[in-house]
């Protein structure tokens, strides 16, 4: 079964760091895209940038250029996103999601509530 | 960026009835290459978004037939032949046409 599993919910304080992870299986992680997308509480989806596992190459949107690093790591079929100094602002649900046919594979999600 | 509007932004549909989603977007997504890189997605209640159409007006795997889409260059609609309780959610369009790639508001669908 072809699947996305990420890490769970966080709760951390306004400044700190975190990385979260998005775990491919079922398919060959190296070939396809994964892409990050973004949901506020009670908003819509907002999408963030992707990273092709296979050689690391990103791309962001503008509106989260620097504040955001996608990486991913092949070796373990990973995918990460990680903030280095979080704000409130950063509250949300964070998927990860394949790009095959299109956003084909979603993770359940990771809730991230950032609050001092 | 390619601005993705939905309209309506809820409707409330009594089972057994059509529904239709609207959504524009600011530049053609319609690629060199003959596709148009145009996707629906439905967000249930409490889970994660999930594919329904993929490029303009292909149906997903396992996605019943009721669902259909169809349009042009910008102008694209999402049809729900005959609604049932199970569609209830927030629909979304979203572009690949171009970086960054961008949804719609999304479109709250309730049953009457």
């Known amino acids: 079964e072809v699947q996305l599993v990420q890490s769970g919910v966080e709760v951390k304080k306004p400044g700190e760091s975190l990385k979260i992870s998005c775990q491919g299986s079922?398919?060959?992680?190296?070939?396809?895209?994964i892409a990050w997308v973004r949901q506020m509480p009670g908003g819509g989806l907002e999408w963030m940038g992707i990273i092709f596992p296979g050689d690391s190459t990103t791309k962001y949107s503008p509106s989260f250029q620097g504040q955001v690093t996608i990486s991913a790591d092949k070796s373990i079929n990973a995918a990460y996103l990680q903030w280095t100094s979080l704000k409130a602002s950063d509250s949300a649900t964070y998927y990860c999601a394949r790009y095959g046919r299109g956003m084909d594979v979603w993770g359940q999600g990771t809730a991230v509530n950032v609050s001092s | 960026d390619i601005v993705m509007t939905q309209t309506p932004l809820s409707l409330s549909v009594t089972p057994g009835q059509p529904a239709s989603i609207s959504c524009k977007s600011t530049?053609?997504?319609?690629?060199?290459?003959?596709?148009?890189?145009l996707y629906w997605f439905l967000q249930k209640p409490g889970q994660s978004p999930h594919l329904l159409i993929y490029e303009l007006s292909s149906r997903f795997p396992g996605v019943p037939e009721r669902f259909s889409a169809s349009g042009s260059e910008t102008d694209f609609t999402l049809r729900i032949s005959r609604v049932e309780a199970e569609d209830i959610g927030i629909y979304y369009c979203?572009?690949?046409?171009?970086?960054?790639?961008?949804f719609g508001q999304g479109t709250k669908l309730d049953i009457k």
């Open positions: 530049e053609s997504l319609l690629h060199s290459d003959g596709r148009t890189y």
């Open positions: 079922g398919y060959s992680f190296t070939t396809y895209w």
């Open positions: 979203m572009q690949s046409r171009q970086l960054p790639y961008t």
